[in-house]
């Protein structure tokens, strides 16, 4: 499950019109929100608030053999009109599952973004600030990020701890996205490290499209991991009777460079992925490759059926022949509905209104085992004002020892 800042980030994503899916770093998020889910370790409890439309809290209490905790303070110059309770928000937009690409949507044009006042341009490019404290480690993190243009963003993050090489390190990213395609340029203090990678989308190139001006008045959500629901940011879906392929396809690339110890690495990759206007199950198959290790990585995802999502990955190793095999799933639990909300959901048909898909939601459980017999299960959903998310990792050929892990981890926030 995201955690609050995190949310409030992409609630910033989806107010500024940035798509983060539209990155070769996102290339293969299904798989890995359906097989690599963390399981909680211990007890935890965040305690988080969005205090203004503009800055936003979180306090963070552990327990795992020792207390420890962090604090947390995020600051947005853009006003996020999002919602903070943790007895509002959508479920589907905390909890990672199956992410359902929609059509590319048009970048803004840059007038837009213009604010005059007698005669002189005082428009300011919207940016946010994040810092977070770990006690008892005091170990600091940064997060600056900044949309420079309609079509890209500067993100500068920095962490300060003793025990890291030099004291700390730092990471800027600038990225690129055009619809068409997008390209990232970052470097690392950590080793001087350079690197570059890109994303191109066959098709249909969305700056050829009539423009949409974007809606301020509407309260934007960031659907993570949903099937139907709100629109990503940065994305509109097209019309049923608009031609062309129901699905999109992908190709990127990654290339780095350490100069201090004079090491680099590449990685490539594809992805197929269905749109919303595909009339049977939608799938996403990707296909990643490092020539340089010999690691060849398959996935294949399906919605089965708006509750069910299933999940496969197969790793293999061209030059020592090793491989492992991966499978998961995620099951969406629903409520049982009562005769007044039955008779409510009548009346919003005959008003012509659907309404949302999570409203009916109670939970979902995620399981995933490999070759290993390793099993790790989730369980996340709402109980009253709480978000929590509970969860096991069991290891089958260990009769010693079967339980690896177990924890349980409680949301609150207003």
């Known amino acids: 499950m995201l955690g609050f800042m995190d949310y409030v980030q992409n609630a910033f994503f989806?107010?500024?019109?940035?798509?983060?899916?539209?990155?070769?770093?996102?290339?293969?998020?299904?798989?890995?929100?359906?097989?690599?889910?963390?399981?909680?370790?211990g007890l935890r409890l965040n305690v988080s608030s969005l205090s203004s439309p503009n800055s936003a809290t979180s306090y963070t209490l552990g327990s795992i053999g020792v207390v420890d905790g962090s604090l947390s303070y995020l600051y947005s110059s853009l006003p996020l009109k999002t919602h903070s309770k943790s007895s509002d928000i959508p479920l589907r937009n905390v909890i990672q599952g199956y992410r359902q690409l929609l059509d590319l949507r048009r970048p803004d044009e840059p007038w837009w973004w213009e604010i005059w006042h007698q005669g002189k341009r005082v428009d300011r490019r919207d940016a946010l600030l994040y810092g977070r404290l770990y006690l008892p480690a005091s170990t600091l993190e940064g997060l600056y990020l900044r949309r420079l243009s309609p079509t890209s963003q500067l993100k500068i993050s920095c962490v300060s701890d003793s025990r890291l090489k030099s004291g700390g390190t730092i990471l800027a990213l600038f990225q690129r996205d055009v619809g068409k395609y997008s390209t990232e340029y970052l470097y690392s203090t950590d080793s001087a490290l350079l690197g570059v990678r890109g994303l191109y989308n066959f098709g249909a190139d969305p700056r050829s499209g009539p423009p949409s001006p974007p809606e301020t008045d509407k309260v934007e959500e960031v659907a993570v991991g949903a099937t139907t629901g709100p629109v990503a940011p940065g994305t509109s879906e097209a019309p049923p009777s608009q031609g062309g392929l129901n699905g999109r396809f992908s190709a990127g690339g990654e290339l780095y460079y350490g100069l201090l110890n004079q090491s680099g690495g590449m990685s490539t990759g594809i992805r197929f992925a269905t749109l919303p206007r595909h009339t049977g199950f939608p799938y996403t198959m990707t296909l990643t490759?490092?020539?340089?290790?010999?690691?060849?990585?398959?996935?294949?995802?399906?919605?089965?059926?708006?509750?069910?999502?299933?999940?496969?990955?197969?790793?293999?190793n061209v030059y020592s022949y090793e491989s492992d095999l991966q499978v998961g799933m995620e099951l969406w639990r629903r409520r049982t509905k009562t005769v007044e909300e039955e008779a409510v959901e009548w009346a919003y048909g005959k008003m012509g209104k659907v309404r949302?898909?999570?409203?009916?939601?109670?939970?979902?459980?995620?399981?995933?085992?490999?070759?290993?017999?390793?099993?790790?299960?989730?369980?996340e959903g709402r109980l009253k004002e709480l978000l929590y998310s509970?969860?096991?990792?069991?290891?089958?050929?260990?009769?010693?020892?079967?339980?690896?892990?177990?924890?349980?981890e409680l949301q609150y926030s207003s």
Request: glycine share 6%; with cysteine; hydrophobic share 40%.
């Open 14 to 41: 989806s107010a500024s019109h940035w798509n983060p899916d539209n990155s070769y770093g996102t290339l293969t998020a299904t798989a890995r929100a359906l097989l690599d889910f963390d399981t909680p370790r």
């Open 356 to 379: 949302s898909e999570d409203e009916d939601v109670a939970g979902v459980l995620k399981a995933r085992v490999d070759q290993e017999a390793r099993v790790g299960l989730l369980w």
């Open 289 to 316: 490759l490092n020539p340089l290790m010999g690691n060849l990585s398959s996935t294949y995802a399906v919605k089965a059926s708006p509750s069910l999502a299933l999940c496969s990955r197969f790793d293999f």
């Open 390 to 408: 509970c969860g096991v990792i069991i290891d089958c050929k260990r009769r010693d020892s079967v339980f690896r892990a177990v924890g349980l």
